[in-house]
């Protein structure tokens, strides 16, 4: 399947999605998130796949929403067709787990899409923003809600009311994104991690990213509770004998 706006690739097991609109720094397009959208859909069905990354360019993950194609919409519009909700919400609907690979501006709808993903390797380059309060608006896809469970009221609150970037750093201090890597080794790493997360029981990952954002729609103590009856539902599973038994006999696991 071939796109305009994004590239998508097979690396043995994991899928690559490039953004790809390098004239406007892949703005956030309806176009691109219908694509993206579909290749996400595609890839977690595929059973081949066990893993995802979702890049950008150098440059940019994304620089937002496409304030080129938007500028002219009106409220009716906006809420008769739901804008950013559906297809915006595929890349956190997706059950396998996603990498997000950051270099670059990750701004408002770019930052809002790498929250979507399970966790965001960060090159040394990247910048995360929520920026739209400088055009009149306000963050429209999660933004708000992600960007403060993961780094608090206090920064999410600066962030989106002066609409400043933060670097790399501060945004791995804060707990944006799970590690900073160099420029130049950001894909091949999130390709490995994602390599990595496929070769295990795929059970196991599909659970874990069940359970851990659990803990952001319920009470700790539902939450324990889910999470302890998933734990004892992992004994119905071939990975769970396979795992233990190839730790006993000093082996490596070969999960099925
Ligand atoms: N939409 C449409 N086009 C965009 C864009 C966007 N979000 N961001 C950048 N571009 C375009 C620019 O218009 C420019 O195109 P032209 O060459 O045709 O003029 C091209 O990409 C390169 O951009 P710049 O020349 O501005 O590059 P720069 O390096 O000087 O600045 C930048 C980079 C700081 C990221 C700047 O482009 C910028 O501020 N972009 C907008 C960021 C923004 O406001 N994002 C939020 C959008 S609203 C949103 O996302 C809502 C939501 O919650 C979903």
């Given at each position: 399947m071939t796109y305009d706006t994004i590239k998508a690739e097979l690396h043995g097991n994991v899928g690559l999605i490039t953004l790809n609109r390098p004239d406007s720094l892949n703005a956030l397009s309806s176009q691109l998130i219908s694509e993206l959208a579909e290749a996400l859909k595609r890839m977690d069905k595929n059973?081949?796949?066990g893993a995802m990354v979702l890049t950008g360019s150098d440059k940019a993950f994304a620089a937002g929403a496409d304030i080129k194609e938007m500028q002219d919409k009106k409220w009716p519009e906006t809420f008769n067709e739901d804008f950013i909700t559906d297809e915006w919400e595929q890349v956190a609907n997706c059950r396998k787990p996603i990498i997000a690979a950051v270099a670059g501006f990750a701004l408002g709808g770019g930052c809002e899409i790498a929250m979507m993903c399970d966790f965001i390797l960060a090159a040394e380059s990247a910048k995360f923003g929520q920026p739209e309060i400088k055009i009149g608006v306000w963050p429209g896809a999660g933004g708000s809600q992600r960007l403060t469970r993961l780094v608090g009221k206090s920064k999410s609150m600066e962030m989106c009311l002066t609409g400043r970037m933060m670097g790399s750093e501060e945004a791995e201090r804060v707990g944006l994104v799970s590690r900073i890597v160099p420029d130049a080794d950001l894909i091949e790493d999130a390709i490995n991690t994602a390599k990595q997360i496929a070769s295990m029981s795929r059970p196991a990952t599909l659970m874990i990213k069940d359970i851990i954002n659990r803990a952001y729609e319920t009470t700790l103590s539902e939450g324990i509770r889910y999470e302890r009856r998933m734990f004892q539902a992992?004994?119905?599973?071939?990975d769970q004998r396979e795992g233990m038994a190839a730790f006993v006999e000093k082996r490596k696991p070969k999960f099925s």
């Amino acid at each position: 399947m071939t796109y305009d706006t994004i590239k998508a690739e097979l690396h043995g097991n994991v899928g690559l999605i490039t953004l790809n609109r390098p004239d406007s720094l892949n703005a956030l397009s309806s176009q691109l998130i219908s694509e993206l959208a579909e290749a996400l859909k595609r890839m977690d069905k595929n059973k081949e796949i066990g893993a995802m990354v979702l890049t950008g360019s150098d440059k940019a993950f994304a620089a937002g929403a496409d304030i080129k194609e938007m500028q002219d919409k009106k409220w009716p519009e906006t809420f008769n067709e739901d804008f950013i909700t559906d297809e915006w919400e595929q890349v956190a609907n997706c059950r396998k787990p996603i990498i997000a690979a950051v270099a670059g501006f990750a701004l408002g709808g770019g930052c809002e899409i790498a929250m979507m993903c399970d966790f965001i390797l960060a090159a040394e380059s990247a910048k995360f923003g929520q920026p739209e309060i400088k055009i009149g608006v306000w963050p429209g896809a999660g933004g708000s809600q992600r960007l403060t469970r993961l780094v608090g009221k206090s920064k999410s609150m600066e962030m989106c009311l002066t609409g400043r970037m933060m670097g790399s750093e501060e945004a791995e201090r804060v707990g944006l994104v799970s590690r900073i890597v160099p420029d130049a080794d950001l894909i091949e790493d999130a390709i490995n991690t994602a390599k990595q997360i496929a070769s295990m029981s795929r059970p196991a990952t599909l659970m874990i990213k069940d359970i851990i954002n659990r803990a952001y729609e319920t009470t700790l103590s539902e939450g324990i509770r889910y999470e302890r009856r998933m734990f004892q539902a992992s004994f119905g599973t071939p990975d769970q004998r396979e795992g233990m038994a190839a730790f006993v006999e000093k082996r490596k696991p070969k999960f099925s």
